[in-house]
């Protein structure tokens, strides 16, 4: 089971935005506890012939892993250390919502291992964040990322894009504040209207502009020392999340939690989302999988090659041909051609999408696979 990157989901949030279609729900008592209770036994099921995996990433994602209290915490880092070693720069990120952090969570990761907090900012408009039902103010979201800076953290932030009646003018004035506050990452997203929100059924015809707003969003980053690394992040020198750029350069990792995905020695799968059916598994001794799926050769091709062209580097000729063959190189480059020259690059080196593709990202990729 050769992975270096671990996946850990908390899956409680305060209240479900209007937006959000992640595995998430508003904890009970002791769900909290039920989950630590568990997520051990899934560790122990899964690294039963593994020994000791040593990770170059971590990540805690959610839902809201602020949710849990700093002794939840403490408990939680205790559980990780028991079944896994790091390596000495490893990086391990948090995600956190202004409303949740506190100066117990900063602390006690600040005394273990955590070097990124990823903050979901979202907007720096106040009536913005409350459309979306989001439980913070934007003055919330200032503190958050100040604290997380002054305790040491490389920060990130989420922001999404394309909302309900969005002006351009309300989304410029976020994305000054953003690069005002210091972030030394951020993540840009357009509003999807996911089945099953809240916000299922809008009227597409409120969205904002999204393609204008993403477009002004890839001028206006760089020149503010912000380099695209990939199709929706943006990053200082340096400052790339590692843990993402291992889902996209195919590394195998291990998801953990409910509703987490996972792709180990080539398959890939999932979690069953709901906390108590997770859990009624692991009590059983059983792995909690929902779903899993070993991708045929051919497909598995072109899932690489979608997973390489989210990042502006790109897809490297060479490395994909041994990989895939020659065959598979040549059916993607004709692929492409349906599109305009002047949304992607096709040379000897590498094939990569321009900015002006990365505008249309989701068509070309709908395309390949």
């Known amino acids: 089971m050769p992975f ?122 106040d009536a913005e964040l409350s459309q979306m039902g989001r439980l913070h103010s934007a003055r ?95 990053a200082r020198p340096g400052r790339e999340s590692r843990h993402n750029i291992n889902y996209w350069r195919e590394g195998e990792y291990l998801g953990a939690g409910p509703g987490a995905a996972g792709y180990l020695a080539g398959l890939r799968y999932k979690n069953f989302g709901s906390l108590r059916r997770w859990a009624a598994a692991l009590a059983d001794g059983e792995l909690p999988v929902a779903e899993s799926e070993q991708l045929p050769f051919e497909r598995s091709a072109r899932e690489a090659a979608v997973l390489a062209l989210r990042m502006t580097s790109g897809l490297d000729r060479r490395e994909f041909a041994e990989r895939y063959g020659r065959q598979a190189l040549d059916s993607l480059s004709a692929s492409l051609q349906k599109f305009p020259r002047d949304l992607y690059e096709d040379n000897e080196r590498g094939i990569r999408l321009k900015k002006k593709g990365m505008r249309v990202a989701n068509l070309i990729w709908a395309e390949l696979v």
């Not at 070097?115 to 900012?121: A, D, L, M, Y």
């Not at 800076?149 to 920060?155: E, I, K, N, R």
């Open 4 to 125: 270096s990157s671990l996946y850990i989901h908390v899956p409680f949030c305060e209240r479900k935005c209007n937006y959000c279609a992640f595995e998430s729900a508003v904890p009970r008592e002791g769900d909290a506890d039920l989950w630590l209770e568990m997520l051990e036994r899934e560790f122990a099921l899964r690294l039963a012939a593994a020994g000791r995996p040593r990770l170059a990433t971590c990540y805690f994602g959610g839902g809201t892993p602020t949710v849990l209290s700093g002794p939840q915490w403490l408990s939680l880092t205790k559980l990780v250390e028991r079944y896994f070693d790091f390596m000495p720069e490893a990086e391990v990120t948090v995600e956190a919502n202004p409303n949740s952090l506190a100066a117990e969570h900063l602390l006690t990761w600040r005394d273990w291992r955590v070097t990124r907090v990823s903050i979901g900012v979202q907007s720096f408009d």
């Open 140 to 234: 919330q979201a200032y503190g958050a990322v100040s604290a997380a800076l002054a305790a040491g953290f490389s920060v990130s932030a989420d922001f999404i894009f394309g909302l309900p009646y969005q002006s351009f003018a309300n989304w410029g004035r976020t994305l000054r504040e953003a690069v005002r506050c210091g972030l030394s990452h951020i993540s840009l997203y357009q509003l999807s209207l996911e089945e099953g929100t809240p916000w299922a059924s809008l009227d597409r015809d409120t969205l904002g502009d999204g393609y204008a707003a993403y477009r002004w969003a890839q001028w206006y980053l760089p020149r503010k020392g912000y380099r695209q690394y990939e199709v929706a992040n943006f």
